[in-house]
Nanobody
Framework: EVQLVESGGGLVQAGGSLRLSCAASGFTFEKSDMSWVRQVPGKVLERVAAITRESSITTYATSVKGRFTISRDNSNNMLYLQMDLLKPEDTAVYYC????????????????????WGQGTRVTVSP
C-alpha cells in the first residue's frame, strides 16, 4: 500500500521559513517523479514544485520560484520542500504526491492509479 506522510507544517510569520518533509513507502520511491501540491482554502489544487526521480530536473510554480526548493533523499525515501520568505498567500494545506504532474487541467487530482497523495500538512503564514 502506497503511503505518503507529510510533516513540518505550522504557523510562521511572513518572511519566515519552514521545511516540509514527506516519508514515502509502499512503492519504489527512487523510480518515481514526485511533486508538492497545495490547496488554498476555496481554491483549486496547485502544483508548487516537482522533481524527477534522480533530482536532475526540478520545476516550480511562478508564485514560489526563488523562494521554495524541492529536494529528495532516495536512500531514505524522503521528499522535502524548503520554503523561505513565506508570504500570507502561501497559507494552504501542502500535499506530497507521486508523479511529475498529478493534477488535471482543472486543478483536480488526476484519476489515475499511479497518482497518490498524503493527508497533507497545514501551513499558515501570518502577516
Amino acid at each position: 500500500e502506497v503511503q505518503l506522510v507529510e510533516s513540518g507544517g505550522g504557523l510562521v510569520q511572513a518572511g519566515g521559513s519552514l521545511r516540509l518533509s514527506c516519508a514515502a513507502s509502499g512503492f519504489t520511491f527512487e523510480k518515481s517523479d514526485m511533486s508538492w501540491v497545495r490547496q488554498v482554502p476555496g481554491k483549486v489544487l496547485e502544483r508548487v514544485a516537482a522533481i524527477t526521480r534522480e533530482s536532475s530536473i526540478t520545476t516550480y510554480a511562478t508564485s514560489v520560484k526563488g523562494r521554495f526548493t524541492i529536494s529528495r533523499d532516495n536512500s531514505n525515501n524522503m521528499l522535502y520542500l524548503q520554503m523561505d520568505l513565506l508570504k500570507p498567500e502561501d497559507t494552504a494545506v501542502y500535499y506530497c504526491a507521486t508523479r511529475w504532474s498529478p493534477l488535471d487541467g482543472d486543478g483536480n487530482w488526476e484519476d489515475l492509479a499511479s497518482v497518490h497523495w498524503g493527508q497533507g500538512t497545514r501551513v499558515t503564514v501570518s502577516p
